[in-house]
């Protein structure tokens, strides 16, 4: 009797270690897949950055307003992708609304097909942009607002 209650104890308690290794795993993983996200964002926006410069030099803007959109979504892909690499929520949700963004343009251009285009892609597309969405949301708990600052002054 005693021994079948410290084997269903050992039992257990190994299984509770796997479920903690398990989730640790889990917690490590959760935070490369953000942190791959936020490389994507900062390759993203550089790529939009290189783009627009070839641009303005072939076809120069005719107002300095013009190029306030295109750095302004610049700077938000960079400081969303600089935030995913350190795992904070603010930045999660910047990549993520951004990505939803430019799936409602997507959706919107697949329900309104041009004869001849393959506008079906759209949905296609959408999907993989509502990716970030549903990973934040499922994954919300392992990022943080910011730092916990810890008091290091001696009372």
Excluded: C
């Excluded at 960079?78 to 963004?101: P, Q």
């Amino acid at each position: 009797m005693a021994s079948d209650n410290v084997a269903w104890l050992q039992r257990f308690v190994s299984s509770r270690l796997d479920a903690e290794k398990l989730s640790m795993r889990e917690e490590a993983m959760t935070g490369t897949i953000f942190k791959i996200m936020g490389g994507f964002a900062i390759g993203f926006a550089a790529l939009l950055f290189v783009g627009g410069i070839l641009t303005v030099m072939r076809y120069p803007p005719h107002s300095r307003l013009e190029l306030i959109r295109p750095a302004a979504i610049i700077a938000v892909l960079i400081a969303g992708g600089l935030g995913l690499l350190y795992l904070k929520k603010w930045a999660a949700l910047i990549v993520s609304l951004s990505a939803l963004w430019v799936a409602s343009w997507e959706i919107r251009d697949a329900l309104h097909p041009t004869p001849g285009d393959a506008n079906w892609l759209g949905f296609v597309f959408a999907i993989l942009l509502a990716v970030p969405s549903i990973l934040t949301v499922v994954y919300w708990r392992t990022l943080v607002w910011r730092d916990k600052q810890t008091d290091t002054r001696k009372s």
